[in-house]
């Protein structure tokens, strides 16, 4: 799991006044709709025991209000109010727990799992379609039981579609991939892919018109973290899905897709195009569910490659790359959930790098190695948040060795 990132966390529908969990890299964060519209997303452990925020309320404006002994909580993660201090004591700086920048885009709630400053945060990927009116989106959810990269590299993997979707998307008597290139880039990859397409079927075989085509150009890509694209040229019009894979735990995915068409755009049409995203999905799911080992190796000879699997070698090198860098968070040896944990870790937020005076007093210790300097080596003591991030990992070094 990779942190320093843009994550999708929620649908923007979901996200309402009140507060809400979401979970993403294996930690519950609080998310809720301030009153001005704006979303806010902390972590949801508060520090005095460790209460769920998202089981409390808002107070005032726009704090939230842990729900076992309302201490109240600004959106920016300070500690405000501790009601069972008597008038006139002061509340520890100490008080306070990790706030992520949020923003909403493409109908989605983003935060930003990490900590560094605004200028090395990696971008966030553009969506085209959303602003285009000749697009129309649905938006549709499942959890799987397996791990997000397997579930990634799935839709990149271009060889599977006529076996594991037979007719629905592929075509069984037709499946060689022809060689592609991959364009890759810092934060992205892609390349079209030469597919043979079945007979389309149901309400879209209204649109077809003409002899059917020898092939149609898929593009398939992958947006660091966890984003990937599929772009379905039919002889009718395109169909373009991103698919957000939340790691909810090293086994368990969260995927939230986001799917763009420029025919049938009216609202009627939404449920079938929901329901063909869903089928194509339900097919996936058991192959993906029963891979072994169920997380993605570390290694590249772990696995064999042939050609039609450039996306994911390029998807495992880079990733390689960024864990180089101490982006990884959780190994194969964090568990979650099911072993009495002690200490409480979460992602460093960029509170922890603005205040160099609390930099070793954070109450939750972070979680993953230390961030980096930008050139790809550890810093140890960047920002002063680094040497505590740093003690704090040391449960969790060698994870990935
Ligand atoms: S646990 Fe949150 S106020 Fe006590
Ligand atoms: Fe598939």
Same mark, same amino acid.
């Given at each position: ?18 507060? /809400? ?10 998310? +809720? ?22 089981? !409390? ?34 509340? @520890? ?5 990790? =706030?992520?920048?949020?923003?909403? /885009? ?49 839709? %990149?993997?271009?060889?599977?579609? @006529? ?6 998307? !592929? ?11 991959? &364009?890759? !880039?810092? +934060? ?13 079927? !149901?309400? +879209? ?22 984003? %990937? ?35 049938? &755009? ?11 995203? =869903? ?22 000879? =772990? ?6 699997? =450039?996306?994911? %070698?390029?998807?495992?090198? /880079? ?19 099911? %072993? ?37 080596? @550890? ?23």
């Amino acid at each position: 799991m990779l942190k320093n990132f843009w994550y999708a966390i929620e649908f923007s529908h979901a996200v309402e006044r009140r507060p /809400r969990k979401v979970t993403c890299l294996g930690q519950d964060f609080v998310v +809720w709709r301030r009153r001005g519209g704006q979303v806010s997303v902390l972590s949801d452990l508060c520090v005095h025991r460790g209460g769920a925020l998202s089981m !409390g309320t808002l107070a005032g404006d726009d704090r939230i209000a842990c729900p076992y002994h309302g201490w109240e909580y600004e959106p920016d993660g300070t500690c405000v109010k501790i009601p069972a201090n008597p008038p006139g004591r002061g509340i @520890p700086k100490k008080a306070r727990v990790d =706030a992520y920048p949020a923003v909403e /885009r493409y109908g989605l709630v983003w935060a930003y799992l990490g900590d560094l400053p605004e200028e090395r945060r990696p971008p966030m990927p553009h969506f085209p379609e959303h602003d285009d009116p000749a697009f129309r989106a649905v938006y549709w959810e499942t959890t799987i039981e397996a791990n997000y990269e397997r579930t990634m590299e799935n839709v %990149v993997d271009a060889a599977h579609t @006529p076996f594991v979707h037979g007719t629905s998307f !592929g075509n069984p008597d037709k499946p060689e991939i022809p060689d592609f290139e991959v &364009t890759q !880039g810092e +934060w992205q990859a892609e390349a079209d892919i030469l597919l043979s397409p079945p007979p389309p079927k !149901g309400l +879209w075989s209204l649109l077809r018109s003409g002899p059917r085509p020898e092939h149609v150009v898929v593009t398939n890509g992958w947006y660091l973290p966890n984003i %990937v694209k599929l772009h379905v040229r039919l002889p009718f019009g395109d169909l373009i899905l991103y698919d957000h894979n939340i790691p909810l735990s090293q086994g368990r995915t969260q995927v939230k897709i986001v799917g763009y068409r420029n025919f049938f &755009t009216g609202k009627w049409a939404d449920g079938n195009a929901i329901k063909r995203i =869903a089928k194509i999905f339900e097919q996936d799911r058991p192959v993906v569910e029963s891979q072994r080992p169920e997380l993605l190796p570390f290694d590249l000879s =772990a696995e064999l490659h042939l050609r039609s699997d =450039a996306l994911q %070698v390029a998807y495992r090198r /880079r990733r390689q790359q960024l864990i180089d860098q101490g982006w990884w968070v959780g190994g194969d040896d964090l568990v979650m959930g099911d %072993v009495p944990r002690r200490q409480a870790t979460v992602i460093a937020s960029p509170a922890r790098r603005d205040n160099p005076e609390l930099a070793r007093a954070w109450v939750h210790k972070s979680r993953g190695t230390d961030s980096t300097n930008g050139t790809g080596h @550890p810093t140890g003591n960047a920002g002063g948040a680094g040497g505590a991030a740093a003690e704090a990992a040391g449960d969790l070094r060698g994870e990935h060795s």
